[in-house]
């Protein structure tokens, strides 16, 4: 028997394991399973290239809890370790099995995709156990060895009976962590980290009905018929599914296979995926998976974090943030890279350099994947648009490059149910809708049945009206009106349509100056003007008498401080302001203004303003019950 110290750069590197190497303790199974999973795939590609002596047959890893014992073990029928290697790989820390395995196998092993190393990784034992023991024979049939420490630099090593090659670790859980000998709790940790990995993994055994064994059903004389139970056999519990759909190529997967992998990732998840985007690259970094779009809503504060980052099927964690453009995260789905770095700092990932070009290579694939959904089916991609567009719409405020692939596939719908790509929209309205300085102006409503009456007066000059719904609407018309050259975009209920889209003609009020100046002072007594701003139009005579309308650049600062617009909050604070806009063509208009009594030119001017807050749905409360009751008086 062997007895020593531990070969560590630091005095004693428990503690520091314990404390610093990894911030959550659950995923020292991980670890284990992946060392697991390493061993066994080295003896798989060793075998292929004849360099091992034993068949690979077809092996396991299994976790077994001896919970009377407070044991945990972990047994892989890999490559296993000579007491030499157990003696590098374990004592000497600061070799790592995967480098000398590429160094020897280099040529044959380059695209394997087998690196992983029996270093570090294993030390994680230690942050929940307060001794482990090796027991492992190497695939060469040499003599198996035990290796036992407890928590202190020092260990024994000697030799084992073991019969059967690779790896038992057995962890003697310590009192504060007995959670891990719950059955529970580790079914809990492999259904979260190796739900997917490569080789399949044993927890215990399940019944199940005999798929050999045929029910018999007989009758008794009255000719009633009884069939026999079904016949239970017992069968190891595989926990995991080691041939996901992201490690199959695109091919070889039909639109089923896509959507039972869905419902595998998200089981209590109802409603289909609209679709798919299937990630497949292996030049400048490795990366596979893939992406569903859900239906979406317009709350933009949806749950996020349902995408699955993996390293070689091991999970790793669902905070993707850094690793896919924000504006994805509300996709679901997984993403495997080996180029991804296990255990590092959320900052150190948004700074390296292959995770920047992994988000890039996402983001133009999203785009790709889009742009031919778009022209491969565009009435249906018309139908989906509603529940894609908060991420498409997000994904052109947030990401330069997918703003410009946008174009092709982004779509403004009408009021009318009609969409538009931007250049189609552009080349539809350019004609009639440029105003008098050369200027194209784009109509659009965020409510159809608020803004009914606006919509109607912009139709009746033959104006296009865009239904632009969405929380972001503010900040992305603010990035077309900056981006695209000349146009502006106009809210239909910003102001009259003759404002809106300014054409060269001027209607001419029936009023002279005088009459529009003793108007203006009989408006202005009645109607309060720190909530109105009064403006006297000429307009043609059968348009509304009242008007209210809201400053289109103040509305938009309030809504886009809303959705986060930064430095706006000037905005937010001031009232709420809006134009009243009188139209002296009216007849109503020139009745008031003709009303010799005080009284009466009251109720009109209050009669008429109110309608027009009805109109605007602003209305309210008490003054709603009294506008309700005045009316009911004007009517006897």
Not at 121 to 136: D, L, N, P, Q, R
Not at 223 to 234: A, R
């Amino acid at each position: 028997m062997t007895k020593g110290s531990i070969n560590v750069s630091v005095e004693n590197i428990f503690p520091l394991i314990k404390k610093f190497l990894y911030s959550d303790h659950e995923i020292f199974l991980r670890e284990l399973i992946s060392n697991g999973t390493d061993a066994t795939l080295k003896l798989k590609h060793l075998t292929s290239i004849g360099e091992s002596k034993s068949d690979y047959g077809n092996p396991i890893i299994e976790v077994k809890i001896d919970k009377e014992g407070k044991k945990l073990h972990i047994i892989d029928q890999g490559l296993g370790m000579t007491a030499e290697e157990v003696e590098k790989y374990i004592n000497q820390v600061a070799f790592s099995g995967a480098e000398e395995f590429l160094d020897k196998y280099k040529d044959s092993a380059k695209d394997s995709g087998i690196i992983g190393h029996f270093g570090l990784g294993f030390y994680s034992a230690f942050m929940v156990a307060e001794k482990v023991e090796i027991i492992t024979k190497s695939h060469t049939g040499a003599e198996a060895a035990h290796w036992t420490c407890d928590g202190s630099p020092e260990f024994t090593l000697e030799p084992s009976d073991k019969a059967d090659r690779g790896t038992e670790i057995i962890l003697h859980i310590a009192e504060d962590s007995t959670e891990f000998l719950e059955e529970s709790r580790i079914s809990e940790l492999l259904n979260k980290y190796n739900k997917f990995m490569p080789v399949p993994i044993k927890f215990g055994t399940k019944e199940i009905n005999d798929p050999d064994f045929t029910p018999k059903t007989t009758k008794d004389k009255d000719g009633k018929e009884t069939t026999e139970p079904h016949k239970q056999i017992t069968v190891d519990n595989i926990i995991n599914n080691p041939n996901p759909a992201w490690t199959k190529q695109p091919t070889e997967l039909e639109d089923k296979d896509y959507k039972d992998f869905y419902r595998e990732l998200y089981p209590m998840q109802f409603e289909e995926p609209l679709f798919n985007i299937h990630l497949n690259v292996d030049y400048p970094f490795n990366l596979t998976g893939i992406l569903y779009f859900p239906k979406m809503t317009n709350d933009m504060n949806m749950q996020k974090d349902k995408i699955q980052l993996y390293q070689n099927q091991v999970f790793v964690t669902d905070n993707v943030e850094g690793i896919v453009p924000e504006f994805l995260t509300m996709l679901r789905g997984v993403i495997d890279s080996p180029d991804i770095p296990l255990n590092v700092s959320r900052s150190y990932l948004q700074a390296d350099g292959a995770v920047k070009k992994i988000s890039s290579y996402i983001t133009r694939k999203v785009a790709d994947k889009l742009k031919s959904l778009f022209n491969a089916n565009r009435e249906d991609f018309e139908a989906k648009w509603d529940d894609i567009k908060i991420v498409i719409e997000y994904g052109m405020l947030s990401e330069e490059k997918f703003f410009e692939k946008a174009d092709a596939f982004a779509l403004y719908p009408t009021v009318d149910g009609k969409f538009y790509t931007y250049e189609e929209l552009f080349n539809k309205i350019k004609a009639n809708q440029t105003d008098k300085d050369g200027k194209l102006v784009i109509l659009y409503a965020s409510n159809k049945d608020q803004q009914h009456s606006y919509i109607e007066a912009a139709k009746a000059k033959g104006y296009e009206v865009l239904l632009l719904d969405s929380p972001i609407v503010s900040h992305l018309i603010q990035k077309l009106e900056t981006t695209k050259e000349n146009i502006s975009f106009a809210r239909v209920d910003g102001d009259h349509i003759d404002n809106l889209i300014k054409k060269e003609e001027n209607t001419i009020s029936k009023l002279t100056e005088e009459q529009q100046t003793e108007l203006d002072t009989i408006l202005k007594d009645v109607i309060p003007s720190e909530k109105f701003a009064v403006q006297l139009e000429a307009m043609d005579s059968d348009a509304s008498p009242f008007i209210i309308t809201q400053p289109e650049f103040m509305r938009r600062m309030k809504e886009m401080q809303q959705t986060g617009g930064g430095g706006m909050h000037m905005f937010g604070n001031m009232p709420e302001m809006y134009n009243l806009i009188v139209n002296t063509n009216s007849a109503l208009v020139g009745e008031i203004l003709e009303t010799k009594t005080k009284k009466k030119q009251e109720r009109l001017i209050n009669q008429s303003l109110d309608l027009a807050r009805l109109s605007q749905g602003l209305l309210k409360g008490e003054e709603l019950t009294n506008f309700i009751k005045r009316s009911y008086e004007m009517i006897k």
